[in-house]
Nanobody, 122 residues
Framework: VQLVESGGGLVQAGGSLRLSCAAS????????MGWYRQAPGKEREFVAA????????YYADSVKGRFTISRDNAKNTVYLQMNIVTPEDTDVYYC????????????????WGQGTQVTVSS
């Protein structure tokens, strides 16, 4: 399974950005896909996740009400719509995928993208 993120960049505080994660390869067994973020020297932090089959979504408290995760089964793509961003949202954002149920712990995800930088200016 290969995951390729796109859509990162520089945005002003209060603005919006949409990240995309395109999945390819042996994706028939994949059910859970998530977004994580990580700053230098810090642990990888859960942002949001979605069940590929049922569509159930999960969010970290820090982004609830501002970020929306969604999926397009036809395009094998997961999106992260980021609204009302703040400088605290500045990080490298990673897409992850796994077989089975959605979980929060990053160490339980098998497949990872290369990451995309999001920088929010104040």
């Amino acid at each position: 399974v290969q995951l390729v993120e796109s859509g990162g960049g520089l945005v002003q505080a209060g603005g919006s950005l949409r990240l995309s994660c395109a999945a390819s390869g042996s994706i028939f067994s994949i059910n859970a896909m998530g977004w994580y973020r990580q700053a230098p020297g810090k642990e990888r932090e859960f942002v949001a996740a979605v069940s590929w089959s049922g569509g159930a979504t999960y969010y970290a408290d820090s982004v609830k009400g501002r970020f929306t995760i969604s999926r397009d089964n036809a395009k094998n793509t997961v999106y992260l719509q980021m609204n009302i961003v703040t400088p605290e949202d500045t990080d490298v954002y990673y897409c992850a995928a796994k077989v089975g149920a959605v979980v929060i712990q990053p160490q339980l995800y098998t497949y990872w993208g290369q990451g995309t930088q999001v920088t929010v200016s104040s």
